[in-house]
């Protein structure tokens, strides 16, 4: 009774629309990591792009994160109904698109017009739609909560991306295994068309909050840009951050090709899920444990504790080891990440903090740029070459464990140089 009370003033303290944006980012979130779990095989191997593959999967990334500076500008013009309906249109022909270059009567058409240029132009085409989906969700959930409710909103919005993140990949396995890899990519074109009707249908577009709208143009994001780009302080911290993002990209670009052809295990979907899976688990005990420790000693000891999770997987070969040592990074990952946002704020100039956070997801592109084409250099390296996979995880742990020393040194010379 007591629980059921409590699901009742949790579903009435939001409105209609804050439920439904949540519903189709939980079903958009399927769909990308559901593509993302195989993405980096199906480029490398059924389109046959080799390494170039995991390159391009790490542009892909890099875009998909990066364009959302610039995206924000046109959900602001155009509102988030019609911003998200484009979203959803543009994510079903993308991801159509990129699985159509897999599928046997596709051949002629992607030949024709070479197969790098058209898988480019098909990613680059998906990114595009993917720029769109966080201004929108996460502007919706501003506007649709209130000062009371704004904490407990962005709690269920981050639960549902990582409950997205967790099924999808499992959905993307079953897929997989009743028709192929290239239908993985076709499910997802479904998913999104079905978002883009549920938008049509049931997605209001949300008051503003009184405020004056924003008036932003590209001139005006491109000069902002600049004005970040220059602040060494701050952008030298993100660059350095971005090593974070450099191991867990791994996940879903080298660590399928490991778990297959090393470990001997087909099923590497079920795999890539343990971390969303275990940040479900694990954020919120975490951040209560985390509480008190000052932001820099949180992201010190979680980057260092999900650097180590790499030796892990070095030192012992195994299904349940490498499982533990995910669930290991999942922990790092969750004792830093509610910091991150903290201390990156602190960081900007007291009067430009909005502006400047707008950058603060710049890592996770950074990350995506730099792990693809690392991905294939360990692959070829130490699957194909030495076949001394081990090694792939030891280069992550150092990449880990110098971005980590670099962080503590940037703090120390940022701390001393730092106005009153």
Request: hydrophobic share 55%; with cysteine; aromatic share 14%.
């Amino acid at each position: 009774m007591d629980f059921a009370a409590s699901f009742n003033r949790i579903r009435r303290g939001f409105t209609r629309t804050f439920w439904v944006a949540n519903t189709l980012e939980l079903f958009e979130r399927l769909a990308f990591y559901g593509s993302k779990a195989v993405l980096a095989v199906y480029l490398v191997e059924k389109v046959g792009l080799g390494p170039l593959g995991s390159t391009l999967v790490g542009l892909y990334g890099f875009a998909v994160f990066f364009l959302p500076i610039l995206a924000g500008v046109f959900v602001d013009r155009y509102g988030f109904r019609r911003s998200l309906s484009a979203c959803f249109l543009i994510f079903s022909i993308g991801y159509f698109s990129v699985g159509f270059a897999g599928i046997s009567w596709g051949q002629g058409l992607v030949d024709s017009m070479g197969r790098v240029p058209y898988i480019i132009g098909a990613l680059l085409l998906t990114a595009i739609g993917g720029s769109l989906i966080k201004p929108c969700i996460v502007g919706t959930v501003a506007r649709t909560t209130t000062e009371e409710t704004k904490g407990l909103g962005y709690s269920i919005y981050y639960t549902l991306v990582n409950l997205g993140g967790a099924i999808g990949p499992i959905l993307a396995l079953t897929v997989r295994e009743g028709f192929g890899i290239e239908y993985v990519l076709i499910m997802s074109a479904l998913v999104s068309f079905l978002n883009l009707l549920g938008t049509l249908l049931f997605f209001e577009e949300p008051l503003a909050s009184g405020g004056p709208a924003s008036s932003r143009t590209l001139g005006r994001v491109f000069a902002d840009m600049m004005m970040v780009f220059r602040n060494f302080r701050f952008i030298s911290f993100l660059v350095i951050f971005s090593g974070f993002w450099v191991m867990f990209w791994q996940i879903f670009y080298s660590l399928p090709f490991y778990v297959r052809d090393v470990l001997n295990f087909s099923r590497f979907e079920l795999i890539e899920t343990v971390d969303a899976w275990s940040i479900i688990i694990l954020t919120v005990p975490v951040a209560a444990l985390m509480k008190k420790a000052r932001p820099i000693v949180a992201m010190t000891v979680g980057f260092a504790i999900a650097s180590a999770s790499w030796l892990l997987i070095a030192a012992i070969p195994s299904i349940p080891v490498l499982v533990a040592a995910i669930a290991l990074f999942a922990l790092g990952e969750a004792m830093q990440a509610p910091r991150f946002y903290e201390y990156v704020a602190d960081l900007a100039p007291r009067e430009q903090v909005g502006t400047f956070m707008g950058f603060a997801f710049l890592p996770v592109a950074i990350g995506s740029l730099v792990a693809g084409p690392l991905s294939g250099w360990l692959l070829q390296r130490y699957l194909q070459g030495t076949n001394r996979p081990a090694g792939m995880w030891i280069t992550l742990a150092a990449i880990g464990f110098a971005s980590t020393a670099l962080m503590i040194v940037h703090d120390r010379m940022t701390h001393r140089s730092k106005p009153v």
